[in-house]
């Protein structure tokens, strides 16, 4: 997602990101989209909601955002991963989420295959932030259309998640999920996200296991 447009922000002119069309969309890009993360809690939510998206806009993720919240405990792994038959039934009847149950079932295993991943790495962040060295990358992009939909990193972090049990991690999707994590800064190079978080990502860095 990226290109660039001219969008009214605090009563001022601001060039953005093309894609952001909503208010929901704007708040997110302004504030989350391209943030590097290290929270743990945070990168599984961003799991979650990538893998709901295949075939969706973003647009309807934001929009079922917080029924995704609440209908998946905050997103707390732990309590997701002993979600049982039962659990699925009341999520598929639920209009907050998606319902697809395919992809509800994915949450629980991925929130199993996630815990593993922090018992052998001490953090899921540790272990997904090597797939760029640690750091950001700092992209140039100027439009879309010079936006991939994956990376060589992508691919390297789909086969290694799908080795390890995790469903709807396909390169598309963690590309998105990168995007989101903030492993790649993808915002438009006239976008004003842009710089802000180029000078942050400079001086960003985290200590990257070694276990693939």
Known sequence: MSGSGAKRAGGRERTRCAWPSSDISIAYHDREWGVPLKNDRKLFEFLVLDAAQAGLSWEIILRKREGFRAAFDDFDPERIARYDQRKIEKLLADPGIIRNRLKIESAISNARAFLQLQK?????????????????????????????????????????????????????????FMQAAGMVNDHAVDCFRHAELARRMRRWTIRISDIQ
């Open 120 to 176: 052998e790495c001490g953090s899921f962040a540790s272990y997904i932030w090597q797939f760029v060295g640690g750091k950001p990358k700092l992209n140039a992009r100027r439009s879309l259309k010079d936006v991939p939909a994956t990376s060589a990193e992508s691919d390297a972090m789909s086969r290694a998640l799908k080795k390890r049990g995790f469903r709807f991690v396909g390169s598309t999707i963690c590309y998105a």
